[in-house]
């Protein structure tokens, strides 16, 4: 990248578009934000001076701290309350102190207990099921997909021997049979 003082761009907006080559994305505002600005000629350039806000890491994104399940992974499997566990039917009932403490014993217990292990255990796991899947996808990149497309190129060859001989042998030889019958003629009549 040239440096700001011999820099020599024809228009303030050549400038903005070495902007790229620091190896940094942008926030889309902030891209906007800065065209116009160039545009309008309120801000002189080249600027290299960026705050902390305008730059976001190209390794991590936002989260939804609230919808914590977007794609609706565990909807089927982990949704359990106190009344898909523990039910009376009719006619067996305790008191029903014990059943709303039974209710919250039940839902503060998992709630908690969850959350403990969230915190013992999630970031290893975290951490064990980063590496797996970044194994999986670098066996994907660099040894799956290249054997496939090898196997499909030596295939290949193989498919333009076996056509060879197909067209050698057997053509000519369906090709007899068919003349054989073709002499053939079928009529269809209808008797009254």
Known sequence: MKSPASTS???????????????????????????????????????????????????????DLVNRDPKHLNDDVVKIDFEDVIAEPEGTHSFDGIWKASFTT?????????????AIFGIPMALIWGIYFAILSFLHIWAVVPCIRSYLIEIQCISRVYSIC?????DPLFEAIGKVFSSIRATVRKEI
């Open 9 to 63: 761009a024809t228009s303030p907006f050549d400038s903005f578009l070495e902007l790229p080559q620091l190896n940094i994305q942008l926030s889309r505002s902030f891209y906007f934000c800065c065209c116009n600005s160039v545009l309008n000629g309120t801000r002189s350039l080249p600027f290299y001076e960026l705050s902390e806000k305008a730059v976001r890491d190209v390794h991590t994104k936002e989260i």
């Open 106 to 118: 039940f839902t503060v217990t998992k709630y908690w207990f969850y959350r403990l292990l969230s």
């Open 166 to 170: 197909i067209h050698t042998f057997c």
